[in-house]
């Protein structure tokens, strides 16, 4: 997986439909997620398409599967992904993924409808990141 800062530095140079295209490719080069995984207990709420993330990894390296039944939305989910991946639990928790996301403005170059479950998606990653770095 690309990181975020090489995402980033692609996205800035993309127009409208390019940035679109993008995503799109983000989410097709996201881990395969097995149909088992995908669950009520792994799903996002709050998502306007079906968003599902799995935690592995362990405390010291979090690694997460996700998926989604709409493209634009697995390469949003995607992006969080990026910005979380195979980092320590402990650093995930105290980050500021908004923040990191903010580069790509997703609020201004996407609809409403794609990106108001973005905080969910946050939020489940941080709060799998803080069990493990607390226990």
Known sequence: MRTLDDIAEEYEFLEGDERYRLLIELGRELDPMPNALKTDATLVRGCSASVWVYPTGEKSELH????SNAAITKGIVALVIAAVQDRPAA???AMDVTAALAPFDLKNQLSSNRTQGVPNMIALVQEHAARLAQG
């Open 91 to 93: 650093e995930v928790a």
């Open 64 to 67: 997460f599967l996700a998926d």
